[in-house]
């Protein structure tokens, strides 16, 4: 199944009928259909303590935004993709893919924990795939391996901030919000495998 799935080229219709009936997360690439890599219990830990500080952290902010976590998928106009991040924020109230109620389409901050099978492409391509949407504003990377993160900010069109974090000690600034991720809490308790 999955190889018909992988070479076949399916319209968006189509790829919503397929994922219904699927026992696994589908993205959806220009007509190609790929199964999503299966998380990991550390790569869903650290995914889920984030998904739960970011609450916390906009549960704080004057400005409303809704948190949702890889249940939600993005969908990329310009490139007609749907993708799973991790994490996703939005500003005020999500805007949804017509018809839908599992696709934002106005994703202001997202999230990935880069799993080895995935860093590089979570690292660059597809970020290169989010800048563009217009909503979106900041891309944090957070390793499965190491307690360390990465935040890309838009200060303009085409200029990006990055900003690093390291250490338990440490915070990573999430300028899409005017907050800071507590690292230490991000990695509480975690053992790496």
């Not at 998904?51 to 993005?74: E, F, H, P, T, W």
């Not at 799993?115 to 909503?135: G, N």
């Amino acid at each position: 199944m999955t190889t018909d799935i992988e070479t076949r080229k399916y319209s968006i219709e189509e790829y919503f009928a397929v994922e219904a009936e699927a026992k696994e997360k589908l993205e959806y690439f220009d007509g190609k259909i790929r199964p999503m890599p299966g998380g990991t219990p550390l790569h869903n830990e650290i995914a889920l303590k984030t998904g739960a500080i970011l609450l916390s952290l906009v549960k704080q902010l004057k400005r409303k935004y809704k948190v949702y976590n890889s249940d939600m998928k993005i969908w990329i106009g310009n490139l007609q993709h749907f993708v799973y991040p991790d994490a996703v924020v939005v500003c005020e109230k999500p805007v949804l893919y017509p018809g839908r109620k599992d696709i934002i389409t106005n994703p202001l901050l997202i999230v990935e924990v880069l799993s080895p099978s995935t860093k590089e492409y979570d690292r660059h391509d597809k970020f290169l795939e989010y800048r563009t949407i217009p909503s979106f504003r900041e891309y944090a990377c957070l390793r499965q391996d190491a307690v360390e993160g990465v935040a890309f900010y838009r200060e303009q069109e085409g200029l990006w901030r990055e900003s690093n974090a390291m250490g338990k000690e440490a915070v990573l600034p999430l300028r899409s919000l005017g907050v800071e991720l507590p690292l230490g809490e991000v990695y509480e308790d975690v053992e790496f495998e």
